[in-house]
């Protein structure tokens, strides 16, 4: 069964450090790329999607994402987080259809 | 409306009640979803809607879970002699086609007490 995975649970950095979440999943075929956002007391929100052409994909507030196919991977990064980046953050998959499966969550806390 | 609603926003509700979650899903849009979030975990995929037709229920946990959206907008999830490991969160999410990025609701806090 397709599934994804989030190496991290838990993420703390401090403000201005790099961020780099990983996200792995098991389809072989021709996926398509979310990541969501979930801030604190917000509903989920797209971060960021990948459907094709250019691997590195870029969204919202800064964050930026690569399709890494032979690696089956999709990670999240970002140069310089903030504070207001803490969240929880959930990769997820759909195979050109309608099924979207998510992943456990990372939650990041950036401490200012 | 601007988003995706969800009502009510908490619920809570006595082990063997019945309860009914709704959804007002983006106007237009074709697509509908139901996800379950518990604790500590990402939203799992209950059931999928395209215009009125249910056309993927597989991630129903049991026959006590039923969803409708007769006329293809507003949707109601339903849930029969509720039990405790029905608490979660329930999460209804549009799009305007299969595939796409979701807009999700806020969401429906079930507790089974």
């Known amino acids: 069964a397709q599934s994804v995975s989030q190496h991290n649970h838990h993420v703390i950095l401090s403000e201005a450090a790099s961020l780099e979440l990983g996200c792995n999943y098991s389809?072989?075929?021709?996926?398509?790329l979310f990541w969501y956002v979930q801030y604190p007391g917000q509903h989920l929100q797209l971060l960021l999607k990948?459907?094709?052409?250019?691997?590195l994909v870029k969204g919202i507030k800064g964050f930026e994402a690569e399709f890494i196919k032979s690696k089956f991977s999709f990670n999240l990064r970002k140069p310089s987080v903030q504070w207001s980046d803490t969240a929880e953050y959930f990769c997820a998959v759909n195979e050109r259809g309608f099924k979207t499966i998510f992943g456990a969550g990372t939650r990041l806390f950036v401490k200012a | 409306g601007a988003g995706v609603s969800q009502s009510p926003r908490y619920k809570v509700a006595k082990r063997g009640q019945d309860v009914a979650l709704r959804c007002d899903p983006i106007?237009?849009?074709?697509?509908l979803f139901w996800y379950q979030q518990a604790l500590g975990q990402g939203p799992e995929f209950l059931t999928y809607f395209q215009n009125e037709a249910q056309l993927d229920k597989s991630g129903l946990p049991s026959d006590r879970f039923f969803a409708e959206r007769p006329e293809g907008s507003v949707s109601t999830l339903k849930i029969q002699r509720t039990q405790q490991e029905d608490s979660a969160v329930y999460l209804c999410?549009?799009?305007?086609?299969?595939?796409?990025?979701?807009?999700f609701g806020p969401g429906t806090r079930l507790t089974v007490t």
């Open positions: 990948y459907f094709s052409g250019d691997p």
């Open positions: 999410a549009s799009s305007p086609q299969p595939g796409h990025g979701k807009i």
């Open positions: 106007s237009g849009h074709v697509s």
């Open positions: 389809y072989g075929g021709t996926v398509n």
